[in-house]
């Protein structure tokens, strides 16, 4: 019955779970154990050859990670999917399982830090190289791809300065030269974003994110769009043992039943506040998907049901001016991470992306006063309050000339 399902709530809330498999439960149960009992050898050795499709070891498989797996897949519109430790053992699992010595990968900058890290430090090592162009420069993507290219990677909207990659024309170019679009989808999650639907064959999320939602759990999984690609995905995943705990599993599958209401709660605040700041005097710019100044607001209305929660903006006051409102809010939290119920806010230059050189930060769009701030579900009047009062200071102390 729950496979019926068409809309986006009603699949946070039902995909995954087969009541009538565990008892009548409603609330999928964890099963906290490491290894399951073979009724007989024969059926073990069935299970290994895979001809039986029962549990055998929670490395290789567990029947809560299986219902998180299968809500996540259902929301996305792929075929399957596995859970990871954390969402960088996501990027490692699709890395290792997609790349091999010799390879060359074509990304989107700017890029989650340690993603385009593991890139640049560690398959570096390997023989792997990797180019990185604009998140916003489709013809740049299909330039850089070359005969030894075997993956193209993106993030959309780009972390943290919100610009957008057209996933169909990013589809298009891997497409055209047979390689396979990877799209890390944390940001916009899959209740404002399906890449599937522009051609992706493989997305991925931490589901630390938006998707958990609670700020309480490290968590991730890869999604992919037909079976043989999700085999070769899970092989790495169970082998290298990046695979996830039932706990971890359930939290997250707790957190996902809200996940559409507080999606389109948290992008309300952030909408408003982006449009505040935007008229603010002390806001040098506000860069924002929902708000017409951002250059592909076209884009983002057709491509996403929404513009997120996340907001980037500067202060007129720069980095120092930048310095004093993340020290002077009160409701919003001072920290990295995002998609949670509560409002964060952080600055990329010398927290997210600070192992990232000063130069290609400024390539990146990461100027030194860029603030991002994660917008959660609070009431929008005390966001606002707490953004004036710290913006208050903010003007009282800066040198008249940069007023
Ligand atoms: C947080 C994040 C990751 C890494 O996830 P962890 O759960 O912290 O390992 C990867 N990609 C994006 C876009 C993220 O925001």
Partial sequence: MTSKVKGRHSKAIHGGLDSAAHQGAVSVPIYQTSTFAFPSAEEGAARFAGTSQGPIYTRLGNPTIAALEECVARLEGGCGAIGTATGMAAVSTVFLALLKQGDHVVGTHPLYGPSRGLLEKYFSRLGVTSTFVAAADSTA??????????????????????DLVDLAAAAGAAHQAGVPLVVDNTFAGPHLQRPFEYGADVVLHSLTKSLNGHTDVVAGIVVAREPELLVAL???????GFTMDPHQAWLVLRGIRTLGMRVERAQANAQALAAWLESHPAVEWVRFPGLASHPQYELAKRQMDGPGSVIAFELRGGVEAGRRLMNS?????LAVSLGGIESLIEHPASMTHSTVPREEQLRQGITPGLVRLAVGCEDLVDLRDDLDQALALVETALPSTAR
């Fill in 141 to 162: 993507l299909a330039a850089a791809i070359r005969p030894e290219t075997k993956m193209v990677y993106v993030e959309t909207p780009a972390n943290p300065n919100l």
């Fill in 234 to 240: 899970t092989t790495v995943a169970r082998s290298f």
């Fill in 329 to 333: 809010v009160k409701v919003i939290t």
